[in-house]
């Protein structure tokens, strides 16, 4: 029976860590992910099956201190994770839901339409999903649904001045603009440099990882590229085109992977099936 259960116990951590770890795709992140995880596997170690009194409650007090620390830096993906189990939304837990693929025509509308805001001195906002699990309660105010094809000349529309819609970010998801006038949620970070357009991409940024952020000031016409919560600032056109260009080649390996586990699968499944015809008298 304390094997049984110890098994489970073994399974059931290692299917969460296998879960927190696959789910994290930045590096860094990644690092202090695995190197908490190994002190929490040391702790668990030594008050089990160590007769170390002291050395356990230090282990203990590192782990404790350790977790405040992580706490602390990952504050926005933690704040992300009781919002996904708040909503009880498990599929975007375990990766299974899958949207917005962009391709490469839609960088060289958004390079061009940047370009052009940038000129203008037109302040602008757009989110590009590159399948993320977006929803309209995400943001604070779902925006106008548009469902339009993209093009340079309705985006620069949209974000004149002369309509109500260009106070809002435009959303593109799937090739196509899907609203506008969209209000995001800002972020905590206590950053007084920027303006309201860019604590709204820093927000959205900090809570879906699959979401970029292209932000023109109005003031200066500077572009800014949000990701995770953090920018690169100020870019130009050609720097844009490629951390785009980037962010598409690394979503559309992500999709071919998928691909071929799903591939292998079925040419597994295959393969016994028709070892089992053969087997049949």
């Given at each position: 029976?304390?094997?049984?259960?110890?098994?489970?116990?073994?399974?059931?951590?290692?299917?969460?860590?296998?879960?927190?770890?696959?789910?994290?795709?930045?590096?860094?992140?990644?690092?202090?992910?695995?190197?908490?995880?190994?002190?929490v596997a040391v702790a668990w170690l030594l008050q089990r099956y160590g007769?170390?009194?002291?050395?356990?409650?230090?282990?203990?007090?590192?782990?404790?201190?350790?977790?405040?620390?992580?706490a602390i830096l990952l504050q926005g993906e933690l704040r992300r994770l009781m919002e996904l189990l708040g909503t009880g939304r498990l599929d975007v837990l375990l990766g299974s839901r899958q949207t917005g693929r962009q391709d490469s025509s839609t960088v060289d509308i958004l390079v061009d339409?940047?370009?052009?805001?940038?000129?203008r001195r037109c302040g602008g906002l757009i989110v590009l999903d590159l399948g993320s699990d977006l929803r309209p309660e995400d943001f604070l105010n779902p925006g106008i649904q548009i469902d339009a094809l993209l093009s340079v000349d309705l985006m620069l529309n949209l974000f004149s001045s002369e309509t109500p819609l260009h106070d809002g970010a435009v959303l593109l998801q799937a090739n196509r603009i899907a609203s506008a006038g969209v209000i995001l949620p800002l972020s905590r970070q206590s950053i007084t440099r920027?303006?309201?357009?860019?604590?709204?991409?820093?927000?959205?940024?900090?809570?879906?990882e699959r979401c970029l952020c292209v932000v023109v000031s109005e003031e200066s016409g500077t572009i800014s590229l949000a990701c995770q919560g953090k920018f690169e600032r100020p870019i130009t056109r050609e720097r844009l085109r490629a951390l785009l260009g980037e962010a598409l080649q690394l979503q559309s390996?992500?999709?071919?992977?998928?691909?071929?586990?799903?591939?292998?699968?079925?040419?597994?499944?295959?393969?016994?099936?028709e070892a089992s015809a053969k087997n049949r008298p």
């Amino acid at each position: 029976m304390f094997w049984l259960r110890l098994s489970f116990d073994l399974l059931f951590a290692g299917s969460l860590g296998f879960l927190l770890l696959g789910r994290v795709t930045e590096p860094r992140t990644l690092w202090l992910l695995r190197g908490y995880l190994l002190l929490v596997a040391v702790a668990w170690l030594l008050q089990r099956y160590g007769d170390l009194p002291l050395t356990s409650k230090l282990m203990e007090a590192l782990v404790l201190v350790c977790g405040l620390a992580l706490a602390i830096l990952l504050q926005g993906e933690l704040r992300r994770l009781m919002e996904l189990l708040g909503t009880g939304r498990l599929d975007v837990l375990l990766g299974s839901r899958q949207t917005g693929r962009q391709d490469s025509s839609t960088v060289d509308i958004l390079v061009d339409t940047v370009g052009q805001l940038s000129k203008r001195r037109c302040g602008g906002l757009i989110v590009l999903d590159l399948g993320s699990d977006l929803r309209p309660e995400d943001f604070l105010n779902p925006g106008i649904q548009i469902d339009a094809l993209l093009s340079v000349d309705l985006m620069l529309n949209l974000f004149s001045s002369e309509t109500p819609l260009h106070d809002g970010a435009v959303l593109l998801q799937a090739n196509r603009i899907a609203s506008a006038g969209v209000i995001l949620p800002l972020s905590r970070q206590s950053i007084t440099r920027h303006g309201t357009r860019h604590l709204a991409a820093l927000g959205l940024t900090e809570r879906h990882e699959r979401c970029l952020c292209v932000v023109v000031s109005e003031e200066s016409g500077t572009i800014s590229l949000a990701c995770q919560g953090k920018f690169e600032r100020p870019i130009t056109r050609e720097r844009l085109r490629a951390l785009l260009g980037e962010a598409l080649q690394l979503q559309s390996g992500d999709r071919r992977k998928r691909q071929a586990r799903t591939l292998s699968k079925a040419q597994t499944a295959g393969d016994l099936a028709e070892a089992s015809a053969k087997n049949r008298p």
